[in-house]
Each structure stands twice: as structure tokens, then as C-alpha cells.
């Protein structure tokens, strides 16, 4: 039996702020295809790919903070489960 943290991904230790990690997982594709394509627009215009990466960052921090419970209480909540699992 897999538990949750075998499950899930390594988180990348190189990763700027997690913008791409965060849409990748919300939307269920390889953020490393999000991160190439913001490296070349980055070549292209560096001013409005920033501007964009900052917007993107507020939307993914709001939408984390609107719709998914705290990270304490997701974690207590596990280790009910499994408490519960094991005896």
C-alpha cells in the first residue's frame, strides 16, 4: 500500500517561487513545459513575462488561500486517518 507521500511528486529544490509547480498540479500537466515556455518568453520580453509570472503568482496565492484549507489542518487531519488506519 502506497501512503500519500509516496505518491506524490519530489518538489524541485530549484524552483523560483512554485508558480509553475502550482498550475501544473491545478490544471494536470508537467510544469516543466510551463517553465520552458516562460524561459522564452523571458528572451523575448522580460518586462511583461515578470509582470505576468508576478500576476500569475497572486492568482495561484489567492486561489490557494480561497479554496484549499490550511496546510496544519490538512496535516492533523491525516494524522487522524492515520491513527485510525493503524489500530
Aim: with cysteine; charged share 20%; proline share 6%.
Amino acid at each position: 500500500m502506497q501512503t500519500p507521500e509516496t505518491q506524490r511528486p519530489v518538489a524541485k529544490k530549484a524552483s523560483l517561487l512554485g508558480i509553475c509547480q502550482a498550475i501544473g498540479d491545478d490544471f494536470g500537466f508537467n510544469p516543466d513545459f510551463l517553465r520552458v515556455a516562460l524561459a522564452l518568453l523571458l528572451l523575448v520580453d522580460p518586462q511583461i513575462t515578470v509582470i505576468g509570472y508576478a500576476l500569475a503568482g497572486v492568482v495561484v496565492l489567492t486561489s490557494r488561500l480561497v479554496t484549499r484549507p490550511w496546510r496544519f489542518q490538512r496535516s492533523s487531519v491525516r494524522m487522524e486517518e492515520r491513527s485510525l488506519v493503524d489500530a
